[in-house]
């Protein structure tokens, strides 16, 4: 009787009928992210699912139990898939202030190129957290981005370079939020502030300044202006406006 093929890592290879279950669960997941990014939970329906998958709503309950169950696994997805993106990162210790960097421009770019994640996200947080609160392994997906930047934060404090007091917790909100904002206020943010904010030029332009607000936060000494990050090697064009000129003073303040 033959062997199971076995994987490089001597695991054992899935068989044609198991790899066809695999296939298929991640059909229904990817299409079920579209279509829950669109509508919405309430609005996402079990047959849009299915028909988008070119499958069948039995399909849906056989591997997730509900469309709540289906939601959930989505959700567990998304941060799945952005974590394993993270931790492929060439980072070094040894450089912390560059790795640090490059985690800053990881987090900005990656909700700018997944606005599906965003989308999810601002539904989840609308609905007050019900379904995420039910999953599992929640904090399990953020653990391994809060390891990453304790590590490059007693690395750079250990060198003189970071600051010792800052939470490690506070740095990853600072960071989310940054990253986060301008692609969930993509739209209302561009009409009010009468430009695109998204557009490849501002979506740069924003990421040199989350990059110069972090290290300026996290470092001992302030990084000169004409030394922040850039992706062009510019620093961002946004400075501080001049103070207003001395107002003259009116005619019957002279005379009296």
Known sequence: MPRPAKTADGQRK???????????????????TRIFAKHGFA???????????????????????????????VIEDIYRRMNEAEEALALDEHQPVESLETVVRFVCGYYRKHPEFVTLLNNEN????????????????????????????????????FRDDIAVQDVYMMIAALGYFPQSNRFTLSEFLGQRIDDPAASARW??????????????????????????GEPPTWQKPPPPPPRAKSSSATSA
């Open 14 to 32: 899935p068989g044609v009928r198991e790899q066809a279950v695999i296939a298929s669960r991640a059909n229904l997941l990817r299409a079920a």
């Open 43 to 73: 609005g996402g329906r079990v047959g849009q699912i299915s028909k988008a998958a070119k499958s069948y709503d039995r399909m849906i309950y056989y591997y997730f139990g509900s469309k709540e169950g289906l939601y959930i696994a």
């Open 126 to 161: 609308l609905l007050q957290g019900r379904h995420i609160a039910k999953m599992q392994s929640a904090q399990q997906y953020s653990s391994p981005a809060i390891s990453v930047l304790q590590l490059l934060l007693a690395a750079g404090s250990a060198q003189g370079v």
């Open 207 to 232: 990421e040199a300044f989350v990059v110069d607000a972090v290290l300026r936060t996290v470092m001992r000494e302030p990084v000169p202006h004409n030394e922040s990050p850039s992706p062009h």
